[in-house]
DNA sequence: CGCGGAATCACCCGAACGGGTGACGCGCTC
DNA sequence: GAGCGCGTCACCCGTTCGGGTGATTCCGCG
């Protein structure tokens, strides 16, 4: 809400210097229009990406999670998403019940780290709270 | 969101408006600068897009292991630990991801009482986090 | 060389969680 | 009737989580 209301603002101001171009007559407007264009692309990008992201489905073949014990974390899956490796262990650690600070002494990283990985991982799993981190990584085969 | 966006399109519409009746017609150069704004904001939003569509795009559909046979919760577990039905549910919503509110609202309890529930459950359970009571639980067979 | 991704860390803020206490009603049992 | 287990709810307090921003370092790739 905060955000839309920025762009909002955003919006707002880039239309007064629009309307200012008017008054300050002495320069071409192409140096304006080009402001403006450049603006507005860099808003698209960023917003393209961002709209994009998480946006990811996936064609799940039969992907039988094995009982045995070697466990394997399916790949594909771990790289569809761009799940890292660092997020995969605190994916992992998050599994066994630990706090984020424990986790941040388990993988020698500060607890601000073990945030900022978890907090990526659960965008990229579609999830909000650790539980159901765990649920989802379940059944995408991510850990056992 | 829909909400602000709404807003900062309304206010962008009146400032369009007026702007219009004031000064587009003296200075139509502010509709070249809308346009190639419109523009270029598009061609971001396009490339935006287009920038990560090279990864694989798709959706995850949980690979659902076969459950045969309806799952029963191991009862002598249950008894033994003085787990009562209630706590029992209160597990299983917790084991699904979701917050003591919500949890609250689906057994049609306050998020009080939920937190009483939960607390005596992971106190039975010799648990501290919730996390660490689905794991256990599924351990003790008291969850799916 | 520059650029992007990964990893690291800090800070802030609000929401969620966990722990403790106290309380009330209901049904069962001694 | 007193005691007990269960379920319900409230309040307080401190911790943990989740989300957002911003910054730095390192490495690989073109």
Known sequence: MLFWGLVGGVLL??????????????????????????????????????????????????????????????????????ITPREHQVLELIAEGLSNREIGERAFISENTVKTHSSRLFDKLGVRRRVQAVRRGRELGLIP
């Open 13 to 82: 101001a880039l239309l007064k210097v629009v309307e200012y171009q008017h008054f300050v007559r002495a320069y071409p407007s192409a140096v304006y229009g080009g402001l403006v264009a450049a603006l507005f692309a860099a808003l698209g990008l960023y917003l393209g990406r961002r709209w994009n992201r998480g946006r990811k489905v996936l064609v799940v073949e039969p992907v039988r999670a094995p009982r045995q014990e070697p466990f394997v974390a399916n790949a594909e899956v771990l790289e569809a998403l761009g």
